[in-house]
């Protein structure tokens, strides 16, 4: 064993609390004090491992540091990928950061150390939640959460690929929650609190798997942190911080019955951190000796406040090395490298150290099919979550998945910031320099920058925007670069071009009126603003200054405290700038258009005219519009010239008849704008009083006479009908020519739609009818509406008719029936209180491209609905494994809906939709049969029902479009060779 | 965090002679689009006995800042020499640039000034009434001292209490006396636990 303490690991002398190596071992970061704030520092590994690269210069040794913790920084954590790091402070919060990848060597500004940054980190997410000081942070094997823990109580359980998004708050320690970890397994999270108790959670549903407090009962909290570790083969955990017999102990769990039989024994002060290896280890073989079968082993660093540092194998029963005053101060963290060989300790001294082992020293350690085949031993493969990096482990077995494996890839890679995870949440680049050197732009950055005065007389500066967020194409030029010195010509101009500026804001006239009483150094401002000269502006921010004497301080001493007290709030200063900034925005000339504030007033009057457009388009299209005329009375003489009327049985009248109007029109058939107008009782002939009906599309037009005055119009592109009010119902082509004689309803015509050739009159007695005029038959045949309206005091909202013919009748109870006309029955296909709806998560399985295919009468029913539904799961905070069920049961709903309307391009829809999720949550039982019915029967056989196509859509070439879905995860690379092959196999035939 | 970082602090036409105006280049960072402009402020600390000496050379509002990186050129008059005591006017003095959201003061840049007069012979010899005309301004720009402040940036909290706006930490020029330590964390802690200047 080597031992090292590089001297240049240091947060100059302030604490460090906390130590990771990166994954890929080139790399660690440290976490501490900072000198005004918390401090992360991302080291070089190199210099650590090798003497040469410590000695030469060219070797950089700090690589990033970040001060944007506003305090002291308690944990810092490799996320496994090693793509992040996650850090959390005494300033509550937890930050995730990334590599920049395009920005030059900078420094922190102001900071003391002129150390030029050789990497770029920056902070990509603030994760805000605790109420108190973060201790510890975990990410989960394969990064799918991220833990962290407080001094609040609680621990939260951040959605790493949603950041912020929390998955759940554990709460039910009683104490600060001082460390995390989690199980390698995926099952468990493991927490130890100052409350004397551990406790371990379920993943699967986050409630409490087991609370262990025995060990713990004699426990003090003394310690800073309680960093506890689960071994590497998920069989032990093992907590920081626990007594046994008055003796400090590291207490050792298994997981087996969470048994506390054993502890590492021997520290003579509190156990502040407990590391494991994440090797496990076998028996080293010497050359000649036979080898005998050995068990493998986990070997353990702990680490303690008496500043002693010991390190234990599994397989001994004492510890393989101790070391003693390591340190001047309590030990805070220990981090291995990947390897298992070497070890990083941190201190609260402020140093680090570093333990180099040989595989004599330790043993062997397992690759990681041998650590996998012991995890499937004792876990079973249903245990490993199947993610990423396991995946791409698994090898592809066959050439056509390799080929299309490689093909997404390839699609990836070009728009690769938009791959799901927490890439997504870093906004894109762009330049807004437009090819201008930014050193040209420094040099002209006075002249040009936009500046007015708002209505009370103060400057304002419109900022150019170099860089967007985030990582920025921003030239590293910039940092620690000599400034350009202007000529003090450039300098003096600037002034009345400046004071030009500010009286065209004023002849504008876009000052707002002012309050009198407003405070004297901004009516001064004002005043000078007035007489034009800027330049005389600053006395008016003078004027408040007071000159009184005071008693004698040393000028250095007073000159520094001067640095860090905060000014006094300019009196009557802000309070006006509130009041005048809405109007004084307006004035801003923005040559970029970035200015939002400045456009929004333009943007708001466009879209109203634009609603108010669509208004009237919907108003014309679906309103009768009402036409002048006098309002018509109801004459005592229509109802004695038509007694039929009266015997209509009055207690059927269940839904509510139009009232007759002297006329009105419609807009019917969305393709070329066609108006059907009808005027009642336009003549009377020979006692009788005539209608008219008078249809026009792009100044072709017809018309033609009834004997009845008309109740309803409606029209498709093909057909006419109209319903009058002798309870007929009358069917037009749509040049006019009648296609049918009267039909006689049993009651009054409540709603009447067409679509296409059919026909849909829903009655006043609650009975529907369809018919296919063109065909000449009844679909649906005086069907009553009694088994939807039965029992509820809901009556019909709305209804309509789809192109293929269904009937769809909505309620005001927020229901959605259609009938079926091959069942006979009435089916439920949107209901706005469907629990179902509102727990529904599917949006990782929407495509961009989907949003064309969701238009349909599916959607039309059920459309805003939907969306409450997916906002509701974000609120909601359900178990993963119940929105996981709810999801599959809505989207078969949702497929099974889209069948019965015939609706084909919502089926497709919602069929990639389900096939998606079925990937992405591993049904594979329901793959298969989806498959298996898309793919039908390879071989014809008579007695096979199975049909080639789905409303109209072939069910093969569905089923070609879902197999790169199931090619999306290796996981079913099976199943998509399999389907595959026969497809290519019935295609050859 | 703060929702805005200062990245870069450029002092321009430096040194100059001490009439002439003062010229920050100032680039700053936005994490995320601020609804309120940010208010900056140049002060001249006229003598280091009192603050009632400070001069507000000049304030100004910048905005709207939407999120991303931008940089601006501050520039504001010298100081009103009538304000300052004549045994203050040759020597090392302070400028400040602080910046306020929404009223509250988030980071303060200071700068040391050292005012001379560049003729040897009045070096030697400084008249009794300063001669502002003959005086040249250097500013210390390779040494600028940043604190930072925690503020509220959010429009709905009412404003954080004075209390808790404390620095985060000891001024680095500052004689290292009270350097914060971890003060273990037994029961509730203060929200701040570095108050202890």
Known sequence: ?989 | MAKVQVLNVAVLDNPSPFGNPFQFEITFECMEDLPEDLEWKIIYVGSAESEEYDQVLDSVLVGPVPAGRHMFVFQADAPNTGLIPESDAVGVTVVLITCTYRGQEFIRIGYYVNNEYTDPELRENPPVKPNYTQLQRNILASNPRVTRFHINWEATLDKMEDSENVDPAPNTMLPPTSMPSKAPPLGLMPDNSMDCL
């Not at chain 1, 920005?103 to 002129?114: A, C, D, E, Q």
């Not at chain 1, 929650?177 to 551990?198: F, M, R």
């Not at chain 1, 400034?483 to 010509?489: C, E, K, R, V, W």
């Not at chain 1, 309620?811 to 469907?834: M, P, R, V």
Request: proline content about 5%; some cysteine.
């Open chain 1, 1 to 989: 064993m080597k031992l090292l303490k590089p001297s240049w690991v240091n947060h100059n002398g302030k604490p460090i609390f906390s130590v990771d190596i990166h994954p890929d071992g080139t790399k660690f970061a440290t976490g501490g004090q900072g000198e005004d704030s918390g401090k992360v520092v991302i080291w070089n590994m190199a210099p650590v491992l090798r003497e040469e690269d410590e000695k030469n210069e060219n070797i950089p040794k700090l690589l990033c540091q970040m001060d944007n913790h506003l305090a002291c920084v308690n944990c810092v954590r490799w996320s496994n990928n090693g793509l992040y790091l996650a850090s959390g402070g005494d300033d509550k919060l937890v930050m995730v950061w990334k590599r920049a990848a395009f920005i030059g060597p900078s420094t922190v500004f102001g900071s003391s150390s002129k150390l030029a940054n050789v990497e770029q980190w920056r902070c990509v997410m603030i994760l805000r939640n605790h109420t108190g000081d973060v201790m510890d942070v975990a990410w989960s094997p394969h990064d799918v959460w991220l833990a962290s823990c407080s001094v609040d109580n609680t621990i939260a359980i951040w959605n790493a690929r949603k950041f912020p998004e929390i998955v759940m708050t554990l709460k039910g320690h009683t104490g600060l929650v001082k460390g995390l970890t989690w199980d390698p397994v995926g099952k468990y999270i493991a927490s130890q609190a100052d409350d004397h108790s551990l406790k371990v959670w379920r993943t699967m549903d986050w409630q409490l798997e087991t609370n262990i407090t025995k060990p713990f009962s004699e426990c003090g909290g003394t310690t800073h942190v309680l960093r506890l570790s689960w071994s590497p083969d998920g069989q032990y955990l093992v907590s920081a911080h626990a007594m046994n017999n008055s003796g400090p102990t590291a207490q050792i769990i298994e997981r087996d019955g969470w048994k506390t039989n054993m502890d590492f024994v021997g520290h003579r002060k509190a156990v502040t951190v407990v590391k494991f290896n994440p090797k496990i280890f076998k028996k080293k073989q010497k050359n000649g000796s036979t080898p005998k079968p050995s068990c493998p082993y986990c070997c353990c660093a702990v680490g303690s406040k008496d500043r002693s540092l010991s390190v234990w194998l599994t397989s001994l029963k004492r510890p393989l090395v101790v070391i003693h005053d390591l340190f001047d101060k309590s030990i805070m963290d220990i981090t291995w490298t990947l390897n298992g060989l070497g070890l990083l300790v941190c201190s609260m001294d402020g140093t680090v150290a570093f333990l180099d082992f040989s595989q004599d020293e330790l043993g062997d350690p397992l690759n990681e099919e041998e650590k996998n085949a012991i995890h499937q031993n004792i876990y079973g493969k249903s245990l490993a979550i199947m993610m990423g990096s396991q995946l791409s482990s698994t090898i592809i077995e066959n050439p056509e998945m390799l080929k299309y494996q490689q093909e997404r890839q390839g699609n990836q890679n070009p728009n690769g910031a938009q791959a799901s995870g927490p890439e997504n949440q870093t906004p894109k680049l762009t330049n807004v320099l437009n090819g201008e050197s930014l050193e040209d732009i420094r040099k002209n950055l006075l002249k040009k920058q936009v500046e007015t005065r708002t209505a009370d007389g103060r400057r304002r500066i419109t900022p150019l925007c170099i860089a967007q967020l985030d990582t920025g194409d921003f030239s590293p030029a910039l940092f620690n670069s000599v400034p350009i010195l202007p000529g003090s010509s450039a300098s003096t101009q600037l002034i009345p071009q400046i004071s030009s500026d500010s009286s065209t804001a004023n002849s504008l006239g876009l000052r707002p009126s002012h309050d009198p009483t407003s405070t004297s150094p901004n009516k001064t401002a004002e005043d000078n603003k007035d007489s034009g000269t800027a330049a005389v502006n600053s006395i008016g921010m003078k004027s408040n200054l007071l000159l009184t004497s005071a008693s004698k301080i040393e000028p250095m001493k007073a000159l520094d405290s001067r640095f860090t007290e905060r000014s006094k709030a300019t009196p009557g200063v802000t309070s006006v700038l509130h009041d005048n900034r809405v109007k004084d925005s307006s004035s801003v000339k923005e040559p970029k258009g970035k200015d939002e504030t400045s456009s929004d007033s333009e943007d708001k009057i466009v879209v109203k005219s634009m609603t108010k457009r669509k208004g009237e388009m919907e108003g014309a299209e679906v309103v009768e519009k009402r036409k002048k005329g006098r309002p018509r009375k109801d004459t005592p003489v229509s109802l004695e010239k038509e007694p039929s009327r009266l015997t209509t049985p009055v207690a059927l009248l269940k839904l509510p008849t139009p009232s007759i109007q002297k006329s009105f029109s419609t807009q019917v058939s969305t393709d070329g704008v066609t108006y059907l107008e009808v005027e009642n009782e336009v003549s009377v002939v020979s006692g009788s009083r005539l209608s008219q009906l008078k249809w026009s599309r792009e100044g072709r037009e017809w018309d033609t006479l009834l004997p009845s005055r008309i109740i309803i119009a409606t029209g498709s592109s093909d057909v006419v009908a109209v319903a009058c009010e002798d309870r007929t119902l009358s069917v037009f082509t749509a040049c006019g020519r009648r296609l049918i004689p009267s039909i006689m309803l049993p009651a009054p015509m409540s709603a009447l739609h067409c679509s296409g050739h059919f026909v849909m009159a829903l009655t006043a007695s609650a009975t529907l009818s369809v018919w296919d005029v063109q065909k000449q038959t009844a679909l649906v045949k005086n069907e009553s509406l009694n088994p939807i309206l039965s029992g509820t005091e809901a009556t019909v909202s709305q209804s309509f008719l789809t192109r293929q013919g269904v009937a769809v009748v909505s309620l005001s109870n927020g229901k959605t029936y259609c009938f079926n006309s091959s069942l006979e029955t009435w089916n439920l296909i949107a209901d706005k209180q469907d629990s179902l709806v509102q727990c529904t998560d599917f949006r990782s399985c929407v495509s961009s491209q989907d949003a064309l295919g969701s238009m349909g009468p599916l959607a039309l029913t059920q459309g805003r609905n939907l969306s409450a539904g997916r906002l509701a799961s974000r609120l909601s905070s359900t178990p993963h494994h119940l929105q996981q069920g709810m999801t599959l049961a809505f989207l078969e709903k949702q497929l099974a809906s889209a069948l019965i309307l015939l609706s084909a391009s919502e089926y497709r829809h919602w069929l990639l939709i389900y096939a998606r999720f079925l990937v992405n949550e591993g049904y594979e039982l329901r793959l298969r049969e989806l498959c298996q019915d898309l793919l039908g029967p390879v071989h014809k056989s008579s007695s096979s029902s199975w049909e080639t196509t789905v409303l109209g859509l072939r069910k093969r070439d569905l089923l070609t479009e879902v197999l790169p879905v199931i090619g999306q995860n290796l996981r079913f690379q099976r199943l998509f060779t399999e389907y595959q092959d026969q497809l290519e196999l019935l295609r050859l035939k």
